[in-house]
């Protein structure tokens, strides 16, 4: 439903990292009033570079995490930049920085700061405070306007501050919060263990011999990384059957190992894998994802997170019971994060000054409880209910406002270098083939009105 009621609201957006950037711009230019939290000193979020992680648990097993990037030094972007950017501020090479198509993360840092500042959003943001409590201030009733107690608190200051806002929007990022596997006897063996939350640079791990658990992007980077001075790197993997950019490079490299999973670790360093196998380690490191926590948020139940399910939410942006008075933006992965961020953003704006509105209750819990059996059917196990890898999604989405659909280009850029990935791992970021598809983007209009000079 589209009207031209223009409302302005109070809005809360917690979390100055992509999402929240695209959030504010968005919700600023639907004439609402603004106010960023962010933790830290900078924008940037997880792309903010942290390299002290000294006093963070090494497990990441307490609620309260010190880090929240979980970057490590040599982290390239695994995507090019053409697809990254926001649909109306491009990923440019710019004098002087990284001029690589797969760029280091402070590439992307810059870019962050750039947008923070072509669009003049840093005079919204509250640096250095942190947002301790979230609450509603009256009990919800569907369909009645809801506001929401804030709590928050500047690192220097004394006190809490306590405001009231009309709407808030969580854009706080899902790479903070370790996720970790169950095994036997974790708890008893007395070597070092850590996730990769914490993992910075190669060099600690010197003439040690290293186990990772998971061959994710993270998983493979890491060992990729520590073959240079790790004794020993032995990859723990879920199935044997990994792609063959994996096999080609563990096949380069002698100290480089792959394993099935672990059974059980042991007080005298041995790691028993379950094919009956072992070996002796200094190191384990734990690249197995990811967890949501919203620790200051308190909906009485309306929200919670099962299994990291984030529900119920429709479409991965709204509670039913409590939209749109409460949303979220970045909760999906696995896609082009950039132009959906912006096209959910786009949405709350305009819900919140009442241009759109919302299906009824049961139509939103019926689409939830539909998109639920859909993934039980396909066998995805619930803890990657937000994992959709899927461009029609993205497309469908942004029919909801009439947000353009992602560019064949950019949808093919995307394919291509997945591939790429899958067959040279170790290359596939400075050696590629895709030139005809290049030409395409930049004669596209994302592109067209810098002038050819630009590139």
Not at 17 to 33: I, M, Q, T
Not at 102 to 110: A, C, D, I, M, T
Request: negative net charge.
């Amino acid at each position: 439903m589209v009207s031209e009621r223009n409302l302005s609201k109070n809005v809360c957006i917690i979390g100055a990292g992509p999402s929240g950037l695209v959030a504010a711009r968005e919700l600023r230019k639907e004439g609402h009033n603004v106010v960023v939290f962010e933790q830290n000193h900078e924008v940037g979020g997880q792309w903010l570079y942290q390299p002290k992680v000294e006093h963070e648990d090494p497990l990441g097993s307490s609620n309260v995490l010190k880090v929240h990037s979980s970057i490590y030094a040599s982290l390239r972007l695994t995507s090019p930049r053409e697809i990254m950017g926001f649909t109306d501020f491009p990923f440019l090479v710019k004098k002087g920085r990284d001029p690589r198509r797969f760029p280091g993360h402070k590439e992307l840092l810059l870019y962050l700061q750039d947008f923070c500042e072509y669009f003049g959003l840093r005079e919204m943001i509250r640096f250095n405070t942190t947002v301790e409590y979230v609450g509603m201030l009256d009990y919800p009733e569907f369909g009645k306007d809801l506001r929401w107690i804030v709590k928050s608190k500047e690192k220097e200051a004394e006190e809490r501050v306590e405001e009231v806002f009309d709407a808030v929007v969580v854009a706080i990022g899902h790479y903070s919060q370790p996720r970790l596997p169950n095994i036997k006897g974790m708890d008893a063996w007395r070597r070092k263990q850590m996730h990769s939350h914490i993992y910075r640079v190669p060099e600690p791990f010197r003439n040690e011999v290293v186990v990772v658990v998971g061959n994710s992007l993270s998983g493979q980077d890491i060992g990729m990384e520590l073959v240079d001075v790790a004794k020993e790197i032995h990859l723990s993997a879920k199935s044997l059957d990994v792609s063959e950019g994996l096999s080609k490079v563990i096949s380069k490299h002698q100290n480089l190992h792959l394993h099935p999973q672990i059974d059980s670790l042991h007080e005298d360093g041995r790691v028993l894998f379950v094919d009956g196998t072992s070996i002796v380690a200094d190191t384990i490191i734990y690249c197995t994802g990811y967890s949501y926590s919203f620790p200051f948020l308190d909906t009485k139940g309306m929200v919670v997170v099962d299994d990291d399910r984030v529900g119920p939410l429709y479409e991965h942006t709204f509670p039913p019971s409590l939209a749109p008075s409460l949303s979220f933006v970045g909760i999906p992965r696995k896609l082009i994060g950039f132009p959906f961020f912006e096209s959910q953003a786009k949405w709350i704006a305009q819900l919140l000054s009442g241009k759109r509105t919302l299906p009824s209750w049961d139509e939103m819990m019926q689409s939830i409880k539909e998109f639920y059996r859909s993934r039980e059917v396909d066998g995805i196990p619930k803890h990657n209910t937000h994992d959709l890898a899927n461009f029609e999604y993205c497309d469908k989405y942004a029919d909801y406002i009439g947000f353009p659909h992602l560019e064949e280009w950019r949808k093919e850029l995307c394919i291509s270098v997945l591939r790429n990935a899958d067959i040279n791992l170790d290359t596939y970021r400075d050696s590629y083939d895709d030139s005809e598809m290049l030409q395409e983007a930049y004669q596209s209009p994302h592109f067209a009105h810098l002038g050819p000079e630009t590139f």
